[in-house]
């Protein structure tokens, strides 16, 4: 089975630090891709990769970037949270199937 | 670009009775992909069921099946014999054929199954 793990389960931060989430494929998938999930709006893509090194925009990428310096490991980072990122957060990696999702950090920024 | 629209936010059914979750998307393309998400409360989010835009038949995956009106539009999700594990959000998303990374998320079906 694909594992798709992210670092935290809860996270909890203060306006203006920056925040790590981190996650993890083990399935040598070629695309990784972070979203945000809000009640009402479904998911909606931040970023996406499609290698290692290689970055895209998705959809709402304002006030967020990425890293992928490893095939296997995607991180988002807020470089200065703020109230409005307080949200759920949801990794997925992708091969030449099927997206599969890792069980979302929810985040509260105070 | 394409819209994915759930016009039921939240939806309940008694256990072992039927449940049609609805799901309708915007496209110009011929050829694309439509799926159902299940996402248990506190749980990760798996795949349902996948329908492929150019096969006229519907999918089946044992309780779960799909009706899938292409001139319509429409990609409505049927859960027979609900069971108390079904509860969960349930999204219907869009994938196009071209390109894969263009994958669109309705805003989801909040599901209760009653005892």
């Known amino acids: 089975d694909v594992k798709v793990t992210q670092s935290s389960r809860y996270l909890v931060k203060r306006t203006g630090e920056k925040v790590f989430l981190e996650c993890v494929q083990d399935?040598?998938?070629?695309?990784m891709f972070w979203y945000r999930q809000d009640p009402g709006l479904g998911l909606r893509l931040i970023y996406f990769?499609?290698?290692?090194?290689?970055?895209e925009k998705g959809d709402i990428p304002e006030g967020y970037s990425v890293s992928r310096e490893k095939k296997e490991r995607f991180s988002l980072i807020l470089e200065s949270a703020s109230t409005n990122q307080t949200s759920m957060y949801l990794c997925a990696s992708r091969g030449q199937g099927d997206r599969f999702f890792g069980p979302g950090t929810r985040l509260t920024v105070l | 670009a394409q819209t994915v629209t759930q016009s039921q936010p939240e939806m309940s059914v008694q256990e072992a009775e039927t449940v049609t979750l609805s799901c309708t998307y915007d496209?110009?393309?011929?050829?694309?992909?439509l799926f159902w998400y299940k996402q248990p409360p506190s749980r990760q989010m798996i795949l349902v069921i996948r329908q492929e835009a150019y096969k006229q038949q519907n999918a089946t995956e044992n309780r779960f099946s799909v009706n899938f009106q292409k001139a319509a539009k429409s990609f409505s999700l049927k859960i027979s014999d609900s069971q108390l594990g079904d509860t969960a959000m349930y999204f219907c998303?869009?994938?196009?054929?071209?390109?894969?990374?263009?994958?669109?998320f309705g805003p989801g079906t909040r599901l209760s199954v009653l005892p």
């Open positions: 990769s499609y290698d290692v090194k290689m970055k």
């Open positions: 998303a869009f994938m196009s054929h071209n390109y894969g990374q263009n994958f669109v």
């Open positions: 496209t110009s393309e011929n050829n694309y992909y």
């Open positions: 399935m040598d998938h070629e695309n």
